[in-house]
């Protein structure tokens, strides 16, 4: 967002608080209990009315969506100026901070790839520093040096690495950058060996990677047109475009490979086979997952390109490719998914072979690595990984450290070697180097951690929902506790895009458990845990299958006695976020507070922004009355009622995020606050921030200490002086 500064500022943020409440009377180690307490700033409104199906819905908030307006700019500031007031009275903030920047202070370190000849790449961070840096290395035991340095691209850490390639002999890197938090990434090249940047530099680069040609001449590469007359934050992006990017060349020659005037809403990700003799384009459509794939042939440049899968009706990854015998990673006919081989001189459905069958779990990931396949499995959202032959035939097992999740197996065609890391809530990540010939695994680095983790245990469970579904959910906790409805609780939850929610270190989980709450994560529909049916389940008018599951999550955990509705806080982020605001709004009773972050809070008009229209897919569209009736059930901006008492909210959202526009935030704290709740209802806004990925270290710490002060606070965790 534009900076307004100087006496326009001052004057804006003066009218707004000159409406305010008088300031919160409430002692500082306790919750304020009357709405007349809190300092809200006044909130415009205006007579903006929308007609939906024959039903008019008001929108007086609508003016809010100008981010760059002087008037939101002295709302945004105004706002934070009472968050900050509420959090300064909360003693646990602090003693949050400086634990959560002890916990943060341990060595991390990314999943190497190979490059080149015997060199290799992987991420590091020390501990504090705001962004991880990019260490190369020769051989297994070489010393590392720092290839890039991504705290040296800003002053306060907010430019981040969006993306990584390296060209097949390794003399190359192309490295994708991203400012504020911003979806929008600048791609540049550098030369590995000297360390020099190159003067290639490509812009309007969106939701893509780059894939370099296998002579390392140039890579190709998606992008939209430069945004006009509209804040790049807010148009919304269509008609991407494939483009080859030749090294030492202005991106305006940039060659156009693909483009669909066609089809709006459709994007391309290139994959290089592995032979190199076709680029495999997957054609995208938002976030549904469904897929189509095209083939370049790449020997003749005036070949077309070939549609293979010309139908948007299961999903297809390609894994890797013999000849003209192509793997595919598939959902068609398995909704656990399964491996299939198709022959490009006969792609008809009858001419497919499957290699590796659908199981009892659900096959996330294929890899190949030489001449056998690595196969990722969830069962129970934990991870389980097998090696295969390439004709399917099973080797092993790949013996894991316990129940956690794994990431890694880097793509190659050449030699045995891979890596992978392995996590889990109690334990950051290790990295293991695996020998697919052997199957044996042997730890590559590890961190030296601050803590002892032998202290708490995982537990999983299984609960039913409203409608009997078994839902699995996650309680993490000091080994040893008493069941006896005590206990400050935070519940996570995600459910949808087909994502799972698998066992994952967060520094900020585990200062929470150090003072003695419970973790707990619950796996809902509409995430990826099970599947494409446990997908569609959470999806469109069966979106609130997902909210009943949480609410269940919430019940279960009152049941059995590990909190009670007096200390239980309900997060999520992103579509999370939306969760944790409709469940709040749905259920109050069962919560003490509620963490919207990053939320998708205006269902209404989620479709009007950056990539919002991607998102029909789980959410359905205003423009189908069955779909409308359903979202705007639950839409959490038009379902806030006066006169309930709902949990303590602290709405999160990032002045930046051009993922979820932050308007959807601003408006929703608007209009609770205009209920007037009897507990605080306030909003953090983060100034240089985005939706979350490359988000510096010293903004996360900042935030979460808020964040779990607030929780604490109001769910009654009481942290000793020491």
């Not at 794994?406 to 045995?416: A, D, I, P, Q």
């Amino acid at each position: 967002m534009n900076q307004i500064k100087g006496p326009l500022l001052a004057a804006a943020v003066a009218t707004i608080l000159a409406a305010c409440t008088q300031p919160d009377s409430r002692p500082a180690d306790g919750p304020a209990t009357d709405a007349t307490t809190m300092n809200y700033p006044s909130t415009r409104t205006i007579d903006h009315v929308d007609t939906y199906h024959g039903e008019q819905v008001p929108d007086p908030y609508r003016w809010l969506e100008d981010i760059d307006s002087a008037e939101t700019a002295a709302w945004i500031e105004a706002q934070n100026r009472v968050t900050d007031a509420h959090l300064a009275g909360i003693p646990q903030r602090e003693a949050f901070r400086g634990r959560l920047t002890a916990l943060w202070n341990f060595e991390r370190f990314g999943v190497p790839g190979k490059v080149g000849e015997g060199h290799y790449l992987y991420s590091y961070n020390d501990g504090l520093r705001n962004q991880p840096v990019i260490l190369i290395q020769e051989g297994l035991d070489g010393e590392p040096r720092t290839l890039l340095d991504p705290n040296t691209f800003s002053d306060d850490g907010t430019v981040a690495l969006s993306g990584l390639a390296a060209t097949k002999d390794g003399r190359l890197l192309a490295y994708g950058t991203s400012s504020g938090g911003s979806d929008w990434q600048e791609w540049r090249v550098l030369d590995i060996a000297s360390g020099q940047r190159l003067d290639d530099h490509i812009r309007w680069v969106k939701f893509s990677e780059a894939t370099w040609a296998r002579d390392g001449s140039g890579f190709w590469y998606g992008r939209y047109d430069a945004p006009e007359g509209e804040n790049a934050l807010k148009a919304v992006n269509r008609f991407q475009k494939l483009y080859f990017h030749r090294v030492g060349t202005p991106q305006d020659d940039d060659v156009l490979v693909y483009e669909r005037p066609d089809q709006p809403d459709w994007g391309f990700a290139p994959v290089l086979s592995d032979d190199g003799r076709h680029l495999v384009i997957s054609v995208w459509r938002g976030t549904e997952n469904r897929n189509l794939v095209f083939l370049k042939p790449l020997g003749d440049p005036q070949a077309q390109v070939r549609e293979l899968i010309p139908e948007f009706e299961y999903s297809y990854e390609f894994v890797g490719n013999t000849g003209d015998r192509h793997l595919f990673l598939t959902d068609d006919n398995a909704p656990r998914k399964r491996l299939i081989a198709i022959d490009i001189t006969r792609p008809q459905r009858e001419h497919w072979e499957e290699v590796i069958g659908e199981s009892d779990a659900t096959l996330t990931a294929v890899t190949r690595v030489g001449d056998r396949l690595v196969a990722h499995y969830l069962r129970d959202a934990a991870s389980q990984a097998r090696i295969f032959a390439l004709d399917g035939t099973l080797q092993g097992d790949v013996e894991l450290p316990g129940i956690g999740t794994v990431t890694g197996f880097e793509r190659s065609t050449e030699g045995n070697e891979t890596f992978y890391s392995f996590a889990s809530f109690t334990r950051p990540a290790s990295i293991y180097r695996l020998d697919v010939a052997t199957g044996e695994s042997v730890l590559f680095r590890a961190p030296q951690l601050p803590f002892d983790p032998s202290r708490y245990e995982t537990r999983q469970v299984f609960f039913d929902s409203r409608d009997g579904t078994r839902v699995p959910m996650f309680i993490i906790a000091r080994k040893g506790i008493e069941l006896d409805g005590s206990h400050p609780t935070i519940l996570y939850g995600y459910g949808g895009f087909n994502i799972p929610l698998t066992p994952s270190y967060a520094a900020y989980a585990m200062a929470w458990l150090e003072e003695g709450g419970i973790y707990a994560s619950a796996n809902l529909r509409g995430g990826g845990e099970y599947g494409r049916e446990w997908h569609e389940a959470g999806t469109r008018t069966r979106k609130q299958n997902v909210f009943d599951d949480m609410a269940a999550a919430a019940e279960y955990l009152i049941a059995q006695k590990y909190t009670s509705p007096g200390h239980l806080a309900i997060h999520g982020r992103s579509n999370g976020g939306l969760l944790a605001a409709a469940v709040a709004l749905q259920r109050p009773e069962l919560f003490a507070a509620s963490v919207p972050g990053v939320g998708v809070l205006d269902m209404l008009r989620f479709r009007e922004f950056t990539i919002g229209w991607a998102w029909e897919s789980d959410y359905g569209s205003v423009l189908d009355e069955e779909e409308y009736r359903a979202i705007r059930a639950y839409s959490p901006l038009h379902n806030i009622r006066a006169g309930v008492d709902y949990p303590a909210f602290l709405i999160t959202t990032g002045d930046h995020d051009d993922r979820v526009f932050p308007a959807h935030s601003f408006k929703f704290a608007a209009a609770l606050q205009a209920v007037n709740p009897p507990r605080p209802a306030l909003i953090r806004i983060d100034v240089r921030a985005g939706h979350g990925a490359g988000k510096p270290v010293a903004k996360q710490i900042a935030e979460w200490a808020d964040i779990l002060g607030f929780v604490a606070h109001h769910t009654g965790l009481r942290i000793p002086a020491r």
